[in-house]
Structures are given as structure tokens and as C-alpha cells.
């Protein structure tokens, strides 16, 4: 069954990205990406690449900071390279979330605390969400006239409205033993006990609500640093897209990543080619400006990969898969 989900995902990820590819002229596409070598355009791609390292250490330090309140005291170095190993994982895993798996195994080796490297990057995945979503939200207030209908805005709202209202509840006491107990009927693939460990584990930083305050910082400032890579790779394409139409472009093309599918593949570039559209960019130029959101990242994760060869105490990838199962 889970390799039939997998397969799934596969067809309907390189099926949607072929569809698109071939509707927006494959050699326009080539002829848009082949700008990187004229004028500046290579100067821009590497800074492309540049910011989104700064995004992978701004994620990094905020990971930290829910570490070590579960008292796991590991380097900012240290959890920059597991970002970077989970990069290289992500091109090649069946899932959006494999990137998040790895991690969980690599702090699970270096601390064996299970709930708490699990919990640590559940809250950090949210807290990130909750920071795409505002980014979303706010843009759309000033690029609102792009669109005949709020759908967008209303949902962006729902959903961070629902993070915000979690948390609170998970680190209010009386709300927290009535979740509990509704979870604990839950026996179905113990997914209850698993809500509730994670609950649990929010619910010890109850006094520490200042950590959520800059977790939710430096994940508004990795996704504005992604929002910045997006727009050296704008002028190193020479494709004419307006920054702060960009705000919009990037948290919401990441939330549509988020739903089942080969890394993102198919449900990205056809998230650029609906919004970017919607301002005349060709297809074929938002297609372009798509892959490089998966060529810079795949370029990052080749450090990851020679970190991952560096470390002695290889991975097991079917222990990774097992964890993926697990939650």
C-alpha cells in the first residue's frame, strides 16, 4: 500500500510537470534559463544561492532555540548540517516531509530522545507555516486587486488562525487534560498517543511562550531570505516580476508543495504558473523561475551530501522510512 501511494505521487507529479513543461514550450524554457550566462545573470544566481544558505541558517537557529529548552544542547553548526543532510534526502525520498524525517533521525542519534527530536521539528514545521501564512496573508493585502475573489486570503487566514488557536489552547491547562482525554479514544495506528506526545511536549514550554515569539521571528526572516532568493533568480532569469509580488508568490507556492507529491514537483511549477500569470509572465518564464526553486536547493544539498559521507555513523535509510511510517 505505501508503495502504491508512492507511485500515485509519482504519476501525478511528473505527469502534471510534463503537461506544463509541454504547454509553455520546452525551448522557450531552455532559452529563459540560458539567461544565467549573459550580462549578470551568473552574479545573481549565485546570490540566489547565497540567501537561500542564509534561509537553511535562520531555520537552523530556530531550531536551536526549541532544542534547547528540551535541553538537547546541540551546535548551531551541527543542526545546519542535519538541515543540509535533509536537503539531499528531499530530492530522492517519496515524501514532502522527508527532509523533516531525516532530521528527526540524525537528532534522535546524536541525544536518543525520541518524543523530543520528534516534537522539536513538529513545532518548528508549524511555527513555519504559521510564518508562510502571515507572509501570505500580508501580501495579499496589497496585491489583492490581482484576483477576482479572496479564496486565497480567506484561506491563509483560516489556517493560521487554527495554528495560533493550538498552541494556545495546548499551553492553557484545563484546555490541554480535555484534548488529552479526547485523544486517548483515539486508538486507531495509536495515532491519539501520538497526538497526545506531541501535545505533551508543547505543553512543557507552557512558561516559555517567548520561544514561540522568536521562532515565529526567524521563520518570518528565512522565508522573506527565500522571498530574496526568488528575486535574484528573477534578475538572473531577466524575467520582469515585482518584489513584493514575490511575498506572495513564495509562501503560497509553498503551501501547495505541502499536499502529496514527489518533493513538490508538478504542484510547485504549476503554483508559479497560475500566480505569476496572473501578471502576464509567460508560462515558460514561470516554469524557469520554478526549477531554480528546485535546482538551488538541490545545489545546497551536495554540501549536505558530503556531510552525510563525512559522518561516520551512516544513516540507515530503512530506519528513516520506519520513523516516516511511525508518525
Known sequence: MHHLKTVAKAVISIG???????????????NILGNIYSNNGLIYFLLAVATSILSVFLMSLRWKIILDHYNIKLRVSRLFGFYLVGLF??????????????????????????TASFSSVIIERLV????????????????????KDDRILYTSIILFSLIVVFF????????????????????????GEKINKLMEAIHLLREKRRIFVWMFLLSVLAQIAIVFMNYAAVLALDIEVDLLYLFLVVPVTFMIT?????????????????????IGVSGAAAISLSF??????????????LLFLIQRKKSNLNKVENIEKDI
Open 89 to 114: 534526502f528531499n530530492n530522492f525520498l517519496p515524501t514532502s516531509i522527508g527532509g523533516d524525517i531525516v532530521r528527526i533521525y540524525k537528532v534522535i542519534g546524536d541525544s536518543d530522545e525520541r
Open 128 to 147: 513555519g507555516i504559521a510564518a508562510t501564512l502571515f507572509l501570505s496573508i500580508t501580501s495579499l493585502y496589497y496585491v489583492s486587486h490581482y484576483f
Open 168 to 191: 494556545f489552547l495546548i499551553t492553557r491547562n484545563r484546555p490541554f487534560e480535555f484534548l488529552l482525554k479526547i485523544f486517548d479514544k483515539v486508538t486507531v495506528l495509536n495515532i
Open 292 to 305: 531554480m526553486n528546485v535546482l538551488i536547493p538541490m545545489i545546497i544539498s551536495l554540501w549536505g551530501a
Open 258 to 278: 505541502m499536499l502529496p507529491s514527489i518533493n513538490g514537483v508538478g504542484l510547485r511549477d504549476g503554483g508559479f504558473v497560475f500566480l505569476l500569470g496572473k
Open 16 to 30: 502534471l510537470f510534463s503537461f506544463l513543461v509541454y504547454t509553455s514550450d520546452p525551448q522557450q524554457i531552455l
